[in-house]
Structure formats: C-alpha cells, structure tokens
Nanobody
Framework: QVQLVESGGGSVQPGDSLRLACATSGRTFSNYVSGWFRQAPGREREFVAAISWNGGNRLYADSVKGRFTISRVNAKNTGYLQMSSLNPEDTAVYYC?????????????????WGQGTQVTISS
C-alpha cells in the first residue's frame, strides 16, 4: 500500500502561483510513477502531469504545458506540482496518484493509489 496526502491548495488570484505537495508513505515512493489530476465540479477527473520513477521523464497536459512543473524528491518521498500563471479555468480539486508503469498516464483508472485531494480556487 502507498498512502498519499496532498497539501498546498488554496485560493489565489489570476496570475498567481501555488506549489502543491504529495507526501507519501508505505511502499517505496521511487518505485512508482507519480501523477497529478484535477477535477472540477460536474467534470471528469482530468490528467495534469506525470513524472517517472527517477524524474527523468515528464508528461504534461496541453492545457498546463509551460505553466506547471512536476517534480519529485524521492529522498523525501514527496512529489510536487509547481503551478504558475494560474487562471480561473485551473480551479479544481487536485489529486496525486501513483502507479507502477510508465504507460496510459492520462487514464485515471490506471493509477493504483490516490490522495484525498486539495482544493485550488482561482478568482479575482
């Protein structure tokens, strides 16, 4: 089992930045691909970004490319999502997930473990 806990969400204004963290415990974090998804009210869970076991590979959704950066520090068993140039369309609950294989990264059903989510609200 891998337990994941997100933090760092909040309410900010358009153009601001936030950094989300995903703290893990249980099995070795470095054995898992780390991914971030988001879900707005009435919408399906949407892929945001994923990072490979050692951080050597990253994948981003087109909607966040150039604005968001995914990273991880395996020694701290923690993943991160740095978000900048935020706009109201980024408002959602953000979830981190973990999976073993580097494939089907945008499919939430492929992820084995999930955190409880953290709310991000962008409004003026």
């Amino acid at each position: 089992q891998v337990q994941l806990v997100e933090s760092g969400g909040g309410s900010v204004q358009p153009g601001d930045s936030l950094r989300l963290a995903c703290a893990t415990s249980g099995r070795t974090f470095s054995n898992y691909v780390s991914g971030w998804f988001r879900q707005a009210p009435g919408r399906e869970r949407e892929f945001v970004a994923a990072i490979s076991w050692n951080g050597g590979n990253r994948l981003y959704a087109d909607s966040v490319k150039g604005r968001f950066t995914i990273s991880r520090v395996n020694a701290k068993n923690t993943g991160y999502l740095q978000m900048s140039s935020l706009n109201p369309e980024d408002t959602a609950v953000y979830y981190c997930g973990a999976k073993r294989l580097w494939r089907d990264l945008a499919n939430p059903s492929e992820y084995e473990y999930w955190g409880q989510g953290t709310q991000v609200t962008i409004s003026s």
